[in-house]
């Protein structure tokens, strides 16, 4: 069974832009995480989705947002890019997200914001 | 406010030995712990999980312990080995509910031969 994956693997950008990262889940997983990795915060939950809804949220400012399609990819979207901006983003799936379920992660999107 | 705390931000071993990751938590409502391995340019892997209800959940080489009155877990390898190197993250989550994983900044482990 093919894994989670996520595109574009590494990413630059500069400040103001804005961007996207895609994530795909594992067949049959209905519920996608994101998180964001820097190296002084570790990792950070940002939100959920399932089926299409956004079912929980990180604190994050309105910047950092998402969407979830009917076959169950995801992507996040992060408008007027920071500096701080720069880290990685990693998506994890599930099937169903509940507490216990194991989330999957996929190898992440490195964004680099100059 | 790191809610998920790993103290040592890196731990080196002999090869066969144990290896002991610790992990602090301060909020009270998670009941619901797990640790995570990453190596270089992969996402995290699942390792081993323990409800707040257990003390103790074992499987293979990997041990983890929960001491809820100090607010604690630890993550035993034994006998380590040159592949378990790797950070390792421990999480938290406070149910019922949906996934919101509580992660700590991490631990590198590097087991030497």
């Known amino acids: 069974k093919a894994g989670v994956t996520q595109t574009p693997r590494y990413l630059i950008k500069t400040r103001g832009q804005q961007v996207t990262l895609s994530c795909s889940p594992i067949?049959?997983?209905?519920?996608v995480s994101w998180y964001q990795q820097t190296p002084g915060q570790g990792l950070q939950f940002l939100f959920e989705?399932?089926?299409?809804?956004?079912?929980n949220k990180g604190n994050f400012p309105g910047r950092f947002s998402g969407r979830q399609f009917s076959n169950s990819r995801s992507e996040m979207n992060v408008s007027t890019l920071e500096l701080g901006d720069s880290a990685l983003y990693l998506c994890a799936s599930s099937r169903a997200g509940g507490q216990e379920e194991t989330q999957y992660f996929g190898p992440g999107t490195r964004l680099l914001v100059l | 406010d790191q809610q998920v705390k790993q103290n040592s931000p890196s731990l080196s071993v002999q090869e066969g030995r144990i290896s002991i990751l610790n992990c602090d938590y301060t909020n009270s409502m998670f009941d619901y712990f797990l640790w995570y391995k990453k190596y270089p340019a992969e996402g995290p892997t699942f390792l081993i999980s323990?409800?707040?209800?257990?003390d103790k959940n074992e499987d293979g080489r990997f041990t983890v312990f929960l001491n809820k009155s100090a607010k604690h877990l630890s993550l035993h390898i034994v006998p380590s080995q040159p592949g378990d190197s790797a950070v390792y993250f421990c999480a938290a989550s406070a149910g019922p509910g949906f996934q919101k994983l509580v992660f700590g900044t991490g631990t590198r482990l590097l087991v030497s031969p």
């Open positions: 989705y399932f089926s299409e809804t956004q079912r």
């Open positions: 323990i409800s707040s209800i257990k």
């Open positions: 067949s049959g997983h209905r519920s």
